[in-house]
């Protein structure tokens, strides 16, 4: 089993471009390709602040950044959630989901270097 | 199966292997002391490993690449971060640009090692994780939208 799922998961990026739509891999592409909404983008995994206080962060108008944001939620990288007058910012929703497919990743990996491992000691082999 | 044992941790952002090995521990610990050992489970077969830099001392590297089917390298590099042969290995697991150099901004996931003594042959336990929440997520990201991110920083050095 090792080896095709590690084949997978090292071919994983290139299947989940592939997977998509074009006009959804363009839009990753347009919402990616700016510092400011990686720098976005990496803020709202860590917390959920407004789209106000994003905006104190860069030097640019409220319209702006609130642009910005628009841009990474058309591509599905940010979900924005009204809290009283607030808007909220995450990066995606299910941080559990992206927590299990990080350790589904770290496992997949191991477990075929670990099956290797053994191979690699199994008598006549090593 | 090798794999005797996985234990994951949610809220930790962990996962523990345990594996039994029918060898002794010093066997088990060259696997990783040894590059050319190394070699060959670090990679699937498909993507063979070559290890560059094998320093296996607190501080250390250890830079490799991975050569995919059509020949496209894939480099990381571990440091060191303890060591205790040949019962203990800690290093930290980067994204690396072509001269080893864990890239800026790629996440760094932990690994801990164990070797003991086990019922004639060795014990291991790994531990891998992530040191925090945010460490995690970047991971994800990156392990999505990876290629996109490449894609894009080259897109950036173009553009300037």
Same mark, same amino acid.
Not at chain 1, 69 to 98: F, H, I, S
Not at chain 2, 13 to 36: C, G, K, N
Not at chain 2, 67 to 76: K, L
């Given at each position: 089993m090792s080896s095709t799922d590690e084949?997978?998961?090292?071919?994983?990026?290139?299947?989940?471009?592939? &997977?998509?739509?074009?006009?959804?891999?363009?839009?990753?592409?347009? #919402?990616?390709?700016?510092? $400011?909404?990686?720098?976005?983008?990496?803020?709202?995994?860590?917390? &959920?602040?407004?789209?106000?206080?994003? #905006?104190?962060?860069?030097?640019?108008?409220?319209?702006?950044? @609130?642009?910005?944001?628009?841009?990474?939620?058309? #591509?599905?990288?940010? $979900?924005? &959630?009204?809290?009283?007058?607030?808007?909220?910012?995450? $990066?995606?929703?299910?941080?559990?989901?992206?927590?299990? @497919?990080?350790?589904? @990743?770290?496992e997949t990996t191991w477990r075929g270097r670990v099956d290797r491992m053994a191979d690699v000691l199994a008598?006549? $082999?090593? | 199966m090798t794999v005797t044992c996985v234990e994951?941790?949610?809220?930790?952002?962990?996962?523990t292997l345990i594996a039994d090995f029918d060898a002794?521990?010093?066997?088990?610990?060259? /696997?990783?002391?040894?590059?050319?050992?190394?070699?060959?489970w670090?990679?699937?077969?498909?993507?063979?490993?070559?290890?560059?830099?094998?320093? /296996?001392?607190?501080?250390?590297?250890?830079?490799?690449?991975?050569?995919?089917? !059509?020949?496209?390298?894939?480099?990381?590099?571990?440091?060191?971060?303890?060591?205790?042969?040949?019962?203990?290995?800690?290093?930290?697991?980067?994204?690396?640009?072509?001269?080893?150099?864990?890239?800026?901004?790629?996440?760094?996931? !932990?690994?801990?090692?164990?070797?003991?003594?086990?019922?004639?042959g060795t014990r291991m336990e790994m531990?891998?994780?992530?040191?925090?929440?945010?460490?995690? !997520?970047?991971?994800?990201?990156?392990?999505?939208? !990876?290629?996109?991110?490449?894609?894009?920083?080259?897109?950036?050095?173009?553009?300037?």
């Amino acid at each position: 089993m090792s080896s095709t799922d590690e084949d997978i998961r090292l071919t994983y990026n290139k299947m989940v471009v592939d &997977e998509l739509p074009d006009e959804a891999v363009d839009a990753l592409f347009h #919402a990616l390709a700016d510092p $400011t909404r990686r720098d976005i983008l990496r803020r709202c995994a860590a917390a &959920e602040p407004s789209v106000s206080r994003l #905006a104190d962060v860069y030097p640019m108008s409220f319209a702006a950044v @609130q642009k910005h944001v628009a841009v990474l939620e058309r #591509a599905g990288l940010v $979900t924005k &959630e009204r809290n009283g007058r607030e808007q909220r910012v995450r $990066t995606d929703a299910g941080a559990v989901g992206r927590a299990r @497919q990080a350790l589904d @990743q770290l496992e997949t990996t191991w477990r075929g270097r670990v099956d290797r491992m053994a191979d690699v000691l199994a008598p006549g $082999t090593g | 199966m090798t794999v005797t044992c996985v234990e994951r941790d949610d809220d930790d952002l962990t996962i523990t292997l345990i594996a039994d090995f029918d060898a002794p521990v010093d066997q088990v610990w060259e /696997l990783w002391s040894d590059p050319r050992k190394l070699e060959r489970w670090l990679g699937p077969p498909s993507h063979p490993a070559s290890v560059e830099k094998h320093d /296996l001392s607190p501080g250390g590297e250890i830079t490799f690449f991975m050569t995919g089917p !059509e020949g496209a390298r894939s480099w990381g590099t571990w440091r060191v971060t303890a060591v205790d042969p040949p019962a203990a290995l800690e290093f930290t697991d980067a994204f690396a640009g072509a001269d080893g150099t864990p890239m800026a901004d790629m996440p760094v996931s !932990e690994v801990r090692l164990r070797l003991a003594e086990h019922g004639g042959g060795t014990r291991m336990e790994m531990r891998c994780g992530f040191g925090s929440r945010e460490e995690m !997520e970047r991971w994800v990201s990156m392990g999505t939208v !990876e290629g996109l991110q490449q894609a894009v920083g080259q897109m950036d050095a173009l553009l300037g």
